[in-house]
């Protein structure tokens, strides 16, 4: 079955430092992996897509087929980072021709100053 | 704006009563879906739609039933309220495809006592 596991439920870093948010995943097709993020208060949101190859808020995230992982990294946090992380996977559904998304369990990251 | 609505944003209800979450998106988006999310947990699809008269069951089963007569229209409906069924639940729509990432409402963040 198709699956996405976010190892951490919390991470803590401080400003300044690197951060990776760990994502793996089971999918037994071509994957198409998401990252949402979720600041306190506020909706959850779409940081990046893989197939977009882009960096949002200094942020980035490769796939690897071969460890079966979509792991999000920055150089550098930023206090504004502080937010719950969520990794997702497009699935095709039973019928084959209509996609949805199952999420990972989140990560919440903290930046302290 | 384009953008997709959620009603009630917080709704406590008694046991036994039946509840309406309205949730309309103006961006015409074909695909609709909610999620069910506890308090720092993961979501969970209960309810998707790939256009009108047309819904399918999540990966969650749900008591709540959902329906698409418009396309900008996906509410969701509880016919008798109860404790287990306090959560937050949120909507959201896609543009058809797998690569095309989700836009969530705010969410109705759901308290029966």
């Known amino acids: 079955a198709q699956r996405v596991t976010q190892p951490e439920k919390l991470l803590s870093v401080f400003k300044g430092a690197p951060v990776e948010l760990k994502c793996n995943y089971s999918?037994?097709?071509?994957?198409?992996l998401f990252w949402y993020v979720q600041y306190s208060r506020q909706r959850l949101q779409l940081l990046l897509r893989?197939?977009s190859r882009e960096s949002i808020k200094g942020f980035t995230a490769d796939l690897n087929k071969g460890e079966t992982s979509f792991h999000l990294k920055k150089p550098f946090a930023q206090e504004e980072d502080s937010a719950m992380y969520y990794c997702?996977?497009?699935?095709?559904?039973?019928?084959?021709?209509?996609?949805?998304?199952?999420f990972g369990k989140g990560t919440l990251l903290t930046v302290n100053p | 704006e384009a953008d997709i609505y959620q009603t009630p944003r917080y709704l406590v209800i008694g046991t036994g009563k039946k509840i309406t979450l309205e949730c309309s998106q103006t961006m015409g988006h074909d695909k609709m879906y909610w999620y069910q999310q506890d308090p720092g947990m993961e979501l969970h699809l209960i309810h998707y739609s790939y256009g009108v008269n047309s819904t399918e069951k999540g990966d969650l089963s749900s008591e709540s039933t959902v329906s698409r007569i418009r396309t900008e229209h996906f509410p969701l409906t509880l016919e008798s309220a109860r404790p287990s069924h306090t959560s937050q639940y949120l909507c959201?729509?896609?543009?058809?495809?797998?690569?095309?990432?989700?836009?969530f409402g705010s969410g109705t963040r759901l308290t029966v006592v």
């Open positions: 959201a729509s896609s543009e058809p495809g797998d690569n095309y990432g989700y836009t």
């Open positions: 997702a996977l497009s699935q095709a559904d039973s019928g084959g021709s209509n996609y949805k998304l199952t």
């Open positions: 893989h197939i």
């Open positions: 999918y037994s097709g071509s994957p198409e």
